[in-house]
């Protein structure tokens, strides 16, 4: 989407897939947080005017309704929490769009003490290292921050700051990445694109990226992505890429969560599987080959079952806590797919009438009953295909 001129655009389908991601991952979030912690942060670096042409409530005015929701629910529930608060942070570079930003958030009424927000016109790339500052200040402390970045394309979304971010606990970014606008500009001879070009990728050598072949416009999008996903792998312990896309499987937006936590990691999948689809767009794995369909409530585990048979391969007595593990943090499915893949398997072994693929050892007292793969349960896998 093309960066707007007014103050306020109009709401799309895709943007209602974002928002509907972030605010089932929010909700997770808070809920999570506001239990172990005293203070969190959430930064939105392109927060804009908090609504759209239609009436329809921006990342803003969502994150503080769901945080409100939350504080309430806490403070109702526990007297001796000690939690003290969320401290939410919005910053524009656009006059108009925070002063209507700010209208709107005095409009939102009764905002409980526990919550604190703050509103800055200024560029993403000069109030983000102040967030940073302030959590290397107190990294003793660990605060947990959360980083929605959705810019109109990528200027002023410095990787040194992005790196800097997540190589502090706690810390996590759901970015939206302009592989399209990237593209374009990837060979601009102006200084400023060029600069933005290289404070992007944090490179000065495209080479690799350009590539020679044919059709390089479309191969090098996927080149650029590739490259940002393997820069962003060497800060972050988990990482997920997947898109947006229309009916015919074409790409609309490309979005990056990166996070230390093996558990954000797992709640931010939940909010990927577990969002209602969105007219006719649907979110898409491109991490994986088969480019797997996020949005199908009955999707195809085939992909997951060769996976698993080929990453147990002849191995024995591996407990299913294991491969739960496994399948949540090195996968983009869930620990409910990897129950069904097995739960298959079982059923097939059952009609063959032999362990096809792999033997089940019960290691409790208590009879296991069938489909179940939980920490009492060890699988020795066959040496098939």
């Known amino acids: 989407m093309a960066t707007p001129t007014s103050t306020e655009w109009e709401y799309t389908q895709h943007t209602g897939a974002k928002h509907a991601i972030l605010e089932r991952y929010l909700k997770a979030w808070f809920g999570i947080l506001t ?24 990342s803003p005015l969502l994150a503080l309704r769901i ?46 003490e526990k919550i604190e ?19 290397e200040v107190n990294k003793g402390t660990k605060i947990p921050c959360f980083a929605f970045i959705d810019p109109f394309g990528f200027f002023d979304v410095p990787f040194d700051q992005i790196q800097r971010f997540l190589s ?22 102006q200084d400023f694109t060029k600069e ?12 690799d990226i350009l590539g020679s072949d044919e059709n390089s416009q479309i191969k090098r999008k996927e080149r650029i992505k590739n490259y940002y996903q393997k820069r962003l792998s060497e800060v972050a312990n988990f990482l997920t ?34 969002v209602d689809k969105v007219g006719d767009f649907r979110f898409v794995d491109s991490v994986d080959e088969n480019q797997i369909d996020i949005f199908e409530p009955n999707p195809d585990l085939t992909p997951l079952k060769k996976i698993l048979l080929t990453k147990y391969r002849g191995l024995q007595n591996i407990n299913c806590s294991e491969i739960r593990r496994y399948v949540e943090e090195s996968s983009i499915y869930l620990d409910k797919h990897k129950r069904a893949v097995l739960s298959d398997l079982e059923d097939e072994q059952e009609q063959l009438g032999f362990d096809k693929y792999f033997q089940i050892y019960n290691l409790s007292e208590r009879k296991r009953s069938k489909h179940t793969f939980s920490p009492n349960v060890e699988l020795s896998f066959r040496d098939v295909e």
């Open 241 to 274: 890429k997947f898109s947006i896309c229309d009916h015919h499987k074409k790409e609309i937006a490309t979005l990056f969560f990166a996070t230390n936590h093996p558990r954000g990691f797992v709640k931010m999948k939940e909010a990927m599987w577990g």
């Open 67 to 112: 945080a409100r929701e939350q504080v309430l629910r806490i403070t109702s529930k526990q007297s001796d929490s000690k939690f003290e608060k969320i401290h939410l942070r919005f910053s524009d570079n656009n006059d108009d769009r925070i002063k209507q930003l700010e209208s709107h958030l005095q409009t939102e009424g009764s905002i409980p």
């Open 168 to 189: 502090l606990d706690s810390t996590e970014i759901f970015l939206f990445f302009a592989s399209d606008s990237l593209n374009r500009f990837l060979e601009s001879k």
């Open 117 to 135: 927000y703050r509103v800055a016109n200024i560029n993403f790339s000069s109030y983000f290292p102040k967030i940073i500052n302030h959590l």
């Open 196 to 207: 933005q070009v290289r404070k992007t990728l944090d490179t000065d050598n495209y080479e």
């Open 35 to 58: 239990h172990s912690h005293k203070n969190l942060i959430y930064y939105d670096g392109f927060c804009g005017p908090g609504k759209y042409k239609g009436g329809q409530i921006g």
